[in-house]
């Protein structure tokens, strides 16, 4: 389970996203240099995604989160300030069925590796998907496999992407959207594989038993969100969202949808372990900046960095991810936890995003101002941890 949103204006766009994976599943947040596409100096080589090898077409610097064991990211950013995440989607085609190919994680690489634009991306994406096919395990917990739907963002311009096997369908997004774990495309598709013919009705490929209270009261969370004014204060909000009072959502029953929320609880089996918010300025002279939380973002900072390049090597650590879910299990075991740790972070959040505007402009202080950063938000942390051993 996975939300994102986005909301683009005439000067960029917000991307959002949460991240829902298994609860023992660490997740890494690691930042990539560019890669050479084949030239004359250089021979067209292959890469290793999750469970098949393609060819190497280069790839763009970037900031992704992924499971610690997996190749392809549940979100990302490039430098050409393209922005993706995806979310698990159920169809009427059984995915457990297909031969292994590129997952949806793995897409969402791909599309950040190739595209300079949602455009671009989009194109990458359907392409590697037509050509390869998706299949394979996608949750090591469990062994299941599944498809994906995907929000792809630039500056300008943003596509939600839908896909069942090798088969997709793809709406241009004019302003703000979001999606969550359920069909959201039928007839108003813009572009769709040579197999969905025009006029279809592409919600009839969704599962007909496959339940969306799960995914409903989260996107009428988001959609909320979206109808007023969308800053990425807001949306640190939005992704801590508990659907109520602030403590841990009770609880749940996915056909009703009653105690899932934007900030996933659902204990022993499933949580929010990454999230992201990113600005993709329109200027391309402005820095493109992040704010990313390692774990539960409820028990967690949004750490502000600068992608692709400044940007903590502690957030690609298991042991960064495991100390947050830490705090995460204390927070659902202790009904006052929560309440201590928010009071520890959000103060700090508050200091970092403040000092993070203030060096924005001044790229030459933005390795050293994330560093600092993250060293203020480990020491909190290991305070917290300390409290946490003796209560």
């Not at 900031?63 to 549940?74: I, K, Q, Y």
């Not at 297909?98 to 991306?121: I, Q, Y």
């Amino acid at each position: 389970m996975c939300d994102s949103l986005c909301a683009i204006s005439p000067d960029g766009a917000l991307f959002a996203k949460n991240s829902d994976r298994p609860s023992s599943e660490a997740q890494l947040i690691e930042a990539y240099p560019a890669r050479p596409e084949a030239h004359e100096g250089r021979a067209g080589g292959a890469v290793r995604a999750t469970h098949i090898e393609i060819e190497d077409a280069g790839a763009a610097a970037l900031l992704g989160s992924r499971p610690e064991w997996g190749w392809g990211f549940e979100h990302g950013v490039n430098e050409h300030r393209v922005a993706i995440g995806n979310e698990k989607l159920y169809t009427r085609l059984n995915p457990n069925k297909e031969a292994p190919g590129l997952t949806g994680m793995d897409l969402v690489r791909l599309g950040l590796e190739r595209g300079r634009s949602a455009d671009e991306a989009l194109e990458a994406m359907t392409s590697a998907l037509e050509r390869h096919g998706q299949g394979g395990v996608c949750d090591q917990s469990t062994g299941e496999s599944y498809f994906s739907s995907f929000l792809i963002c630039d500056p300008a311009n943003a596509w939600v992407l839908e896909t069942s096997g090798r088969c997709w369908a793809a709406k241009c997004v004019e302003g703000r959207a979001a999606i969550s774990n359920r069909i959201s495309i039928g007839r108003d598709w813009t572009r769709a594989s040579e197999d969905v013919a025009p006029g279809d009705d592409w919600d009839e490929r969704r599962h007909p038993r496959a339940p969306t209270g799960h995914a409903d009261v989260r996107l009428a969370a988001s959609n909320a969100c979206l109808a007023g004014e969308v800053t990425p204060a807001t949306l640190a909000a939005h992704l801590r969202n508990h659907g109520g009072p602030a403590g841990i959502p009770p609880d749940f029953e996915p056909v009703s949808g009653r105690g899932i929320s934007v900030c996933m609880h659902l204990r022993g089996f499933q949580n929010t372990t990454s999230s992201i918010i990113t600005a993709l300025p329109a200027d391309p002279g402005r820095p493109l900046r992040a704010w990313v939380a390692p774990g539960q973002p409820c028990v967690s900072v949004y750490v502000p960095v600068f992608p692709p390049h400044a940007v903590p090597v502690a957030l690609a650590e298991p042991a960064t991810w495991h100390a947050f879910e830490a705090l995460r299990q204390w927070a659902e075991a202790d009904d006052a936890a929560l309440s201590r740790i928010r009071e520890t972070f959000a103060p700090l959040e508050g200091e970092l995003w403040a000092e993070a505007d203030a060096v924005a402009g001044q790229a030459d202080k933005h390795a050293a101002f994330v560093e600092d950063a993250w060293t203020r938000v480990w020491d909190a942390a290991a305070r917290l941890a300390s409290v946490r051993t003796r209560a």
